[in-house]
């Protein structure tokens, strides 16, 4: 099986698992030239889902410099080498010289139940540092939401092969665009199969229509309502309410992109290509 990762954000964008070989999975970033959190968590969530499925495991690092360096300081690499000896690195390694960055990234960080709230402890002083004292209720709002997206990765998207998160403040000094962008992926059952057991779901066949539904307040699968469902639906209705919005999340075959403002909401639901191992949230904010 191959991934391939070529010019900016491509697992945000088309990029996708290809091939049906069962052996070897290969992540050829060799023309990647930026990553955002989602590509980042993305290529730790699919190396290890690989892994534990007993394949083989190839990175070949990207040629541009900045981004093979990135790759380097969000520690992808750390993580795949942790996989197994059957991990190989093929390309130039950068050398790992690095600065506290803790007020402006959140490198990849495996997220279980027992580590989530250390990880919001972390993960807060980065937000409120973005948005500053003057927009608190931004910052409590944007930090709800990466909360929820946490919890729902460790609460119904639990695996032994993990959940991966990373975050990045970008200034806008070279795209004009500054934002928050959170990201994580788990390698659970999905959120098809987490919604059909509850029996008022079962009726839902497809992923697309299950992401869809998930989004809607009050929707969850859990039998026993007791106020669950409301998660992901208060999250992106907070939010909008101080800035843009972009939202993406995909599970098996599914996925559902949201951009939503303060005047406005977009959700668009679309069939993947290929097979997503778990649930991706991907989580841009512009104050």
């Known amino acids: 099986m191959e991934l391939i990762l070529a010019g ?13 070989g069962s052996e070897v999975l ?22 290890h889902w690989a892994a534990s499925s ?14 093979a360096s990135y790759l380097q300081r969000m520690d992808v690499l750390q993580h795949l080498r942790h996989l197994s000896s ?48 003057g927009n608190r209720s931004a910052g409590a709002a944007v930090f709800r939401a990466c909360s929820e997206v946490m919890g729902n990765a460790t609460e119904h998207g639990h695996s032994e ?58 929707v969850s699968g859990i039998a026993a309502d007791n106020g669950r469902g409301h998660g992901l639906s208060d999250a992106i209705r907070h939010t909008r309410k101080f800035g843009t919005v972009d939202f993406q999340i995909r599970s098996g075959k599914g996925e559902v992109r949201v951009h939503a403002t303060p005047h406005a909401h977009r959700q668009r639901p679309y069939d993947r290509p290929d097979q997503t191992s778990g649930t991706w949230a991907w989580l841009t904010h512009r104050a």
């Open 26 to 47: 290969t992540v050829d970033a060799t023309a990647l030239q930026f990553a955002s959190p989602m590509d980042l968590a993305g290529i730790v969530a699919w190396s």
């Open 8 to 20: 900016r954000t491509p697992l945000a964008d088309a990029a996708f698992l290809g091939g049906s």
């Open 54 to 67: 007993a394949m083989s495991v190839t990175l070949k690092m990207p040629r541009d410099e900045h981004a």
């Open 86 to 133: 059957r991990v190989q690195i093929e390309g130039r390694i950068p050398s790992d010289a690095r600065t506290d960055r803790s007020s402006s990234l959140l490198e990849v960080t495996a997220l279980n139940r027992t580590n989530v709230d250390d990880l919001a402890e972390r993960l807060g002083p980065l937000i409120s540092g973005y948005y500053g004292p």
């Open 161 to 218: 092969r993990g959940a991966f998160m990373a975050a990045q403040l970008y200034s806008g000094a070279t795209t004009n665009r500054p934002r928050l962008e959170f990201a994580v992926c788990d390698t659970g059952i999905g959120i098809l199969a987490h919604l059909r057991k509850n029996p008022t779901h079962s009726y839902l066949t497809q992923d697309q229509h299950a992401i869809s539904r998930s989004m809607t307040a009050g």
